[in-house]
């Protein structure tokens, strides 16, 4: 006898984590959307962002000045609508100071449109490379990253931390096909280096092992050309930076971090301490790296790389944690608990609406970065032997 269909088994399923993605997605974007609108018209909106210390830090470039002069560039600061008091210096590397120059030659509304805009794209190309790397999947956890608190606070503040998401994701998709590409972006990493140094020290004993060494070569180049480029534009860059960086002012700060909490704990003069669990880490790290040698994917094993570093970062911020976006968003495709997506977004919920009313340098956000990457635990507890990433055939030259 013919068995028929029931109707209803082909109807589609009402899916709670696709809704929930949706609505807040669509809710955080309109917010989101309505700012980045809003920073054109209004010079108090422009300059009161962190995104200020970068425009400053342009303006004393074009005027052959020195970046890291705090007196200075607070009076620059505040001729450009800076009415907190204090004073907000840029704090990257020198070899970024190409990043912040072309700022210099602009007003700050039309300084303040043109960075928001870059870092826009720092956010959305990743988005859709990640996408990809999953094989274009129809659905709409991709969405998740649309609505990850993170990093639209980063793009409202005007923080860095997109381009080192923008340099991870760009090396996570060409590193097979295009190596020395994949390396020199990787400079955009270094915008922050701090947030990674378990990663790096895996990074560098897989070069060594597979020897991937267009990879090197290419961080190498754009490493070399920004340093050239940034003693070009102030030769006393470097000097300047060390400076900063040894002041009281610096060394003495505390920020809202698991290894600053450390540090304060055991001895606010002991700095060394908050560099001790990165250190753990990376030893940790490679030896998850050593185990997995022959088999590495780094798009696999390269999300709790970055989780774990993020936890045992030196110094971060909650905007920071914009670089998790590869990990959660590989977690959430891989994952056969859909609840957990849910989870996701409640925690991500919860993290905007802490925003409100907390600074963001209050000790209350230290519980995101742990909790990103426990989520992230449990996603793949429950994803199959066989994931279609892990069914990427991935060919690695091994040593003789």
């Known amino acids: 006898m013919a068995t028929s269909t029931s109707p209803s088994a082909t109807k589609p399923r009402y899916d709670l984590a696709d809704m929930s993605i949706a609505l807040f997605s669509g809710l955080v974007l309109a917010i989101t959307a309505l700012f980045l ?8 909106m422009a300059g009161t962002r962190d995104f200020v210390a970068y425009y400053a830090a342009g303006r004393q470039l074009v005027n052959h000045a020195n970046p890291y002069d705090g007196s200075a560039v607070s009076r620059v600061e505040h001729s450009s609508g800076f009415t907190v008091d204090g004073v907000l210096v840029m704090r990257n ?3 970024t100071l190409p990043l912040a120059f072309p700022l210099g030659f602009c007003k700050v509304r039309i300084a303040a449109t043109f960075w928001s805009l870059v870092l826009l794209t720092c956010f959305l190309v990743p988005i859709r490379l990640i996408h990809k790397m999953h094989g274009s999947p129809p659905n709409s956890i991709h969405w998740l990253s649309l609505c990850f608190t993170p990093a639209l606070i980063c793009l409202t503040m005007g923080q860095t931390s997109l381009f080192v998401l923008l340099g991870l994701t760009l ?12 390396g020199a972006s990787l400079w955009l990493c270094t915008v922050k280096p701090h947030l990674l140094f378990p990663f790096a020290a895996v990074l ?3 070069i060594i092992f597979t020897r991937s060494y267009k990879v090197l070569a290419g961080a190498a180049v754009a490493m070399a050309a920004s340093c050239a480029l940034s003693m070009w534009i102030d030769p006393s860059a470097f000097h300047s930076y060390l400076q900063l960086m040894r002041s009281p002012d610096v060394v003495q700060e505390f920020v809202p971090c698991l290894s600053d909490v450390f540090r304060f704990a055991i001895g606010k003069r002991l700095v060394w301490l908050q560099y001790l669990p990165a250190a753990i880490a990376s030893v940790w790290a490679l030896w998850f790296f050593w185990r997995r040698r022959y088999t590495w994917n780094w798009l ?3 999300a709790p790389l970055v989780l774990i570093s993020l936890v045992a970062a030196p110094y971060s911020f909650l905007y920071d944690q914009s670089i998790a976006i590869p990990a959660v968003l590989h977690g959430a495709y891989t994952t056969r608990r859909r609840y957990l997506i849910v989870v996701a977004v409640g925690m ?4 905007g609406l802490e925003t409100v009313w907390v600074r963001i340098t209050s000790v209350y956000y230290l519980w995101t970065a742990p909790a990103l990457l426990f989520w992230y635990f449990f996603a793949r507890s429950s994803a199959g032997k066989r994931t279609a990433v892990e069914e990427i055939p991935i060919a ?3 040593p003789d």
């Open 396 to 398: 690695l030259p091994i």
């Open 348 to 351: 991500l919920a919860a993290v």
């Open 204 to 206: 560098l004993a897989w």
């Open 171 to 182: 090396f996570l998709y060409y590193h097979l096909t295009h190596p020395f590409a994949a």
């Open 93 to 95: 590397p020198p070899w």
């Open 37 to 44: 609108c809003t920073v054109p018209f209004a010079l108090k």
């Open 300 to 302: 696999e094993n390269g």
